[in-house]
Nanobody, 123 residues
């Protein structure tokens, strides 16, 4: 079992930056795929980014590519999402997730989920 806890959400102006953190307990990140998803009001949850092999391999949704960066601190069992050049359409609840296998962009492939943290971008 693994427990994931997100933090770092809040209110930011368009063009600003935030860094989200997701701390794990119960197990290490070894061999896990780590992902970030988001869900805006009235919309389905969507993929944002994932990392494999302790962050050596990463992948991003087209909507955030070049603006967001996923990274992993393996020693502290923490995954981060650095968000730059934020836009109002980035407003959503952001969730971190972990997969025991080779999950990619699909929710069903992830075994553990955090509680979510709200990100609101004002114009």
């Amino acid at each position: 079992q693994m427990q994931l806890v997100e933090s770092g959400g809040g209110l930011v102006q368009a063009g600003g930056s935030l860094r989200l953190s997701c701390a794990a307990s119960g197990r290490t990140f070894t061999s896990y795929t780590l992902g970030w998803f988001r869900q805006a009001a009235g919309k389905e949850r969507e993929f944002v980014a994932f990392a494999r092999w302790g962050g050596a391999s990463t992948n991003y949704a087209d909507s955030v590519k070049g603006r967001f960066t996923i990274s992993v601190d393996n020693a502290k069992n923490t995954v981060f999402l650095q968000m730059n050049s934020l836009k109002p359409e980035d407003t959503a609840v952001y969730y971190c997730a972990a997969s025991r296998g080779m999950a990619t962009r699909f929710e069903a492939g992830y075994d553990y989920w955090g509680q979510g943290t709200q990100v609101t971008v004002s114009s």
